[in-house]
């Protein structure tokens, strides 16, 4: 299966530390060696970066991690393939416009006879499944909604879209317009909501430690959301089965009578 990472915050950070970590796993301390990805908004611009080479051994991924882009929503993926061949055309995360922003979407997990895109504006590119299935949700909401809805509408309308897409397999995701992060866990999805007082992080899959304290403000909120936890000393929430979470300026928010997730120890 594939690696997710997502990050929302309510001051542009940037996602060196986790992506540090996060690109081990693509072919030095796991074994998802298929491509890479990961996209920033800018305001109302997006700024992205792919590669089908393995994201431990990219030179790419090194320009990144060199690079700290300053951003409230981000999205990278980690791809081990299932559906299509190993190619840039096939790897996530996904662009598409809607209601005059650019959307992006990356998933984890594999799916099977997904329901026909019919005239949809919105086609796909690849031969993946994420990318088929994205387009189906674009298009769904465009026909719902003529300009894009309030955001608890659109959290209510994305769960309900998403479970459709569950039926068909295993549909762990996330999704961002650049005003909020949306995470769906099928099967594996954890988050981290950072504040002060903030304190020392130590990655799993690489000794690299940074003191937050000193790069952040009090009033700072940082979320991070990845499969596996990223860091091995601080605890992170397990998303429930089926649970799709809407990240706004860092806080996580849950569909109205859903379960609270667990606090997992690490």
């Excluded at 998403?162 to 549909?171: E, P, Q, Y």
């Excluded at 992060?181 to 020392?200: G, K, Q, V, W």
Aim: glycine share 6%; with cysteine.
């Amino acid at each position: 299966m594939c690696q997710l990472l997502g990050m929302n915050c309510n001051v542009p950070t940037d996602i060196v530390f986790s992506f540090e970590g996060f690109r081990q796993r693509g072919g030095l301390t796991d074994h998802h060696s298929d491509g890479w990805g990961i996209a920033f908004f800018e305001d109302d611009g997006c700024r992205m970066f792919l590669d089908h080479q393995p994201s431990a051994l990219s030179p790419l991924a090194e320009l990144v991690h060199r690079y700290p882009i300053k951003s409230t929503n981000v999205v990278a993926h980690i791809r081990k393939a299932t559906q299509g061949v190993v190619s840039l055309a096939n790897t996530h995360p996904f662009k598409r416009e809607l209601w005059g922003r650019y959307w992006l979407f990356a998933h984890n997990g594999n799916l099977a006879d997904l329901p026909p895109l019919g005239s949809s504006r919105f086609r796909p590119v690849g031969t993946t499944d994420s990318e088929y299935a994205f387009c189906w949700i674009m298009n769904e909401l465009a026909l719902r909604f003529v300009d894009k809805p309030a955001l608890p509408d659109l959290h209510e309308a994305l769960a309900g879209l998403a479970d459709r897409l569950a039926s068909h397999g295993t549909f762990n995701f996330l999704l961002s317009d650049g005003t909020a992060l949306f995470a769906r866990c099928a099967t594996d999805l954890h988050y981290i909501a950072r504040r002060a007082p903030f304190a020392m992080a130590h990655l799993a899959d690489t000794d690299v430690s940074v003191d937050f304290a000193r790069y952040t403000a009090p009033e700072d909120l940082v979320t991070v959301v990845a499969t596996q936890p990223l860091t091995d000393n601080e605890n992170w929430i397990r998303m429930e089965k089926d649970q799709l979470l809407m990240f706004i300026d860092g806080q996580p928010h849950a569909l109205q009578g859903e379960p609270k997730s667990e606090t997992m120890e690490f």
